[in-house]
């Protein structure tokens, strides 16, 4: 299966594992790759640049093929040195960047002048044109069903890929919801160059997070997440938990501000869901993805399927429509 992604990535496979906070390491990203597909290493997973390096160089003992290193952008309490950790990805050798969160303008000019190939995720295609305009090469477009920071445009793969196709020059990816091979060849067919998933490849094998984790990704359907912070127009879409309801009720309340929401909705509790298994325990992101979820295959097993189903459906089912 070609496309331009594949063709400008160096990859077999149209299939990329988006970047995720704390579970994105080299583990993960070493067997996605080998699986045939773009694995990627989450930056800010790491505690320093230097330890990203040192992430990086793990995982090259564990692949040979093209990796990724992502770089979410985001307002914080505590200021991140994101500018170190840039320059630290050049140092690492590293030839794909993941972009995602705020406009990457600060970091790109570094990125570009190491000719690393730049993309970069959008929740809208405003923003998708403008990434494009400033020399991104790729661009992840993230439909209203994905986890986490989800934008504030409410607008679903079905209509955004179209739009994607029609404004868009450069390759992009379906990001949000996707884990299946009939929804790869829909994306082709909308017009994307592939699939971003994240929440697909929190349930293998490779994915160090708690069994029980990946035990409620395979239990959970497409109506079990929760969307937090929407009045706040910062909407993040989590798994539906007790804490994620919580957080939902003090949201609808107009006399509560951030500062009575941001105790549950920090990150303090993640070690005790993926570490420790307490699915209860803190907020953790999750898509409605879940509904297509029935295993925990290894990332090999997960590609060929997903690239083997999707042949099937454009060779097979859609070929007989056509006289």
């Known amino acids: 299966m070609k496309t331009r992604i594949t063709e400008m990535l160096g990859i077999e496979h149209p299939i990329i594992c988006g970047g995720m906070m704390r579970v994105g390491r080299a583990k993960l990203a070493a067997a996605v790759s080998n699986g045939g597909g773009l694995g990627i290493i989450t930056a800010l997973s790491l505690p320093t640049p230097e330890e990203l390096i040192a992430e990086v160089e793990l995982c090259r003992t564990m692949t040979h093929k093209p990796f990724a290193v992502n770089l979410t952008i985001l307002p914080t309490i505590k200021p991140v040195p994101y500018e ?92 949000g919801g996707a884990g299946t091979g009939r929804q790869l060849a829909a994306a082709l067919a909308l017009g994307a160059d592939g699939i971003n998933m994240g929440t697909r490849f929190l349930a293998t094998k490779e994915c160090w997070v708690h069994d029980n984790v990946k035990q409620a990704l395979v239990s959970g359907t497409e109506l079990d997440t929760q969307l937090i912070f929407r009045r706040l127009r910062n909407t993040s879409r989590l798994y539906k938990n007790s804490v994620a309801r919580e957080l939902a009720k003090l949201d609808a309340d107009p006399t509560k501000t951030f500062e009575d929401m941001k105790e549950l909705a920090a990150g303090a509790k993640a070690p005790a869901v993926y570490a420790e298994g307490d699915i209860e325990a803190g907020t953790w992101s999750a898509s409605a993805v879940m509904g297509l979820i029935h295993d925990a295959p290894s990332c090999a097993e997960l590609i060929k399927r997903i690239v083997d189903d999707a042949n099937d459906v454009i060779k097979n089912r859609l070929a007989k429509m056509v006289a």
């Open 84 to 175: 170190e950790y840039a320059r630290a990805i050049v140092a690492a050798g590293v030839k794909i960047v993941e972009t995602a969160g705020n406009n990457p303008q600060r970091v790109l000019p570094i990125f570009k002048d190491a000719g690393i190939k730049v993309l970069h995720k959008c929740t809208s295609i405003r923003h998708a044109k403008k990434a494009e305009s400033i020399g991104c090469d790729i661009i992840s477009v993230d439909g209203f069903e994905c986890a986490g920071h989800t934008g504030e445009d409410d607008v679903t793969n079905f209509v955004l890929l179209a739009v994607a196709a029609e404004q868009l020059k450069v390759p992009f990816l379906a990001s």
